[in-house]
Nanobody, 121 residues
Framework: QVQLVESGGGLVQAGDSLRLSCAAS????????MGWFRQAPGKEREFVAH????????HYADSVKGRFTISRDNAKNTVYLQMNSLKPEDTAVYYC??????????????WGQGTQVTVSS
């Protein structure tokens, strides 16, 4: 069992930065692929980024590539999402997720409760 708790969301202006954090419980965190997803009002939840268990590989959605950075600290059981140059279209609830494998980001085993990010123009 893995429990995920996100924090760091808020209201910012376009061009600003935010860093989301996801604290995980469970002894298997250091061997788990982790990801971030988001869901905007009226839209389906979409993949944002994921990171391998040893921080060696990352992958991003085209919409955030070059602006967002995913990272993890296995000693702290925490995964981060640094979001720079935020745009109004980044407004969404952001979810942390524990994935079943690196090769299939849709294979989500556990979800966090989500944190709201709102970007004003």
């Amino acid at each position: 069992q893995v429990q995920l708790v996100e924090s760091g969301g808020g209201l910012v202006q376009a061009g600003d930065s935010l860093r989301l954090s996801c604290a995980a419980s469970g002894r298997t965190f250091s061997s788990t692929v982790m990801g971030w997803f988001r869901q905007a009002p009226g839209k389906e939840r979409e993949f944002v980024a994921h990171i391998s268990w040893n921080d060696d590989s990352t992958h991003y959605a085209d919409s955030v590539k070059g602006r967002f950075t995913i990272s993890r600290d296995n000693a702290k059981n925490t995964v981060y999402l640094q979001m720079n140059s935020l745009k109004p279209e980044d407004t969404a609830v952001y979810y942390c997720a524990a994935l079943g494998s690196w090769y299939n980001p849709s294979d989500v085993r556990y979800w966090g409760q989500g944190t709201q990010v709102t970007v004003s123009s």
